[in-house]
């Protein structure tokens, strides 16, 4: 079992800046790859980037390339998305998820999820 608990969501203006964090509790993180998610109102939940088990490997979508990292400290069982020249089009509920082993882009493969953390961008 692995629990995941994001932080680090809010309010931010376009153009902005902001890191939301997700730390993992329960045995062997390392074994699991990462990804962070999002759901706007009224729309399906996107991948939005991933990154594999000691963080060698990272995908992104094409919608944030170039203005979001995803990066991972193992030693702290953490994982961060680092979310840099933020458009009002990146509001939405940011969900971190593992999927044990290889990363993937597809919700459904993933093992488990936190609750949420709210980012609104305002224009």
């Known amino acids: 079992q692995v629990q995941l608990v994001e932080s680090g969501g809010g309010l931010v203006q376009a153009g902005g800046s902001l890191r939301v964090s997700c730390a993992a509790s329960?045995?062997?993180?390392?074994?699991?790859?990462m990804a962070w998610f999002r759901q706007a109102p009224g729309k399906e939940r996107e991948f939005v980037a991933a990154?594999?088990?000691?963080?060698?490997?990272?995908s992104y979508a094409d919608s944030v390339k170039g203005r979001f990292t995803i990066s991972r400290d193992n030693a702290k069982n953490t994982v961060y998305l680092q979310m840099n020249s933020l458009k009002p089009e990146d509001t939405g509920v940011y969900y971190c998820?593992?999927?044990?082993?290889?990363?993937?882009?597809?919700?459904?493969?993933?093992?488990?999820w936190g609750q949420g953390t709210q980012v609104t961008v305002s224009s």
């Open positions: 998820a593992a999927k044990y082993k290889f990363l993937g882009v597809n919700s459904n493969n993933y093992d488990y």
């Open positions: 990154i594999s088990r000691i963080g060698g490997r990272t």
């Open positions: 329960g045995r062997d993180f390392s074994n699991y790859a």
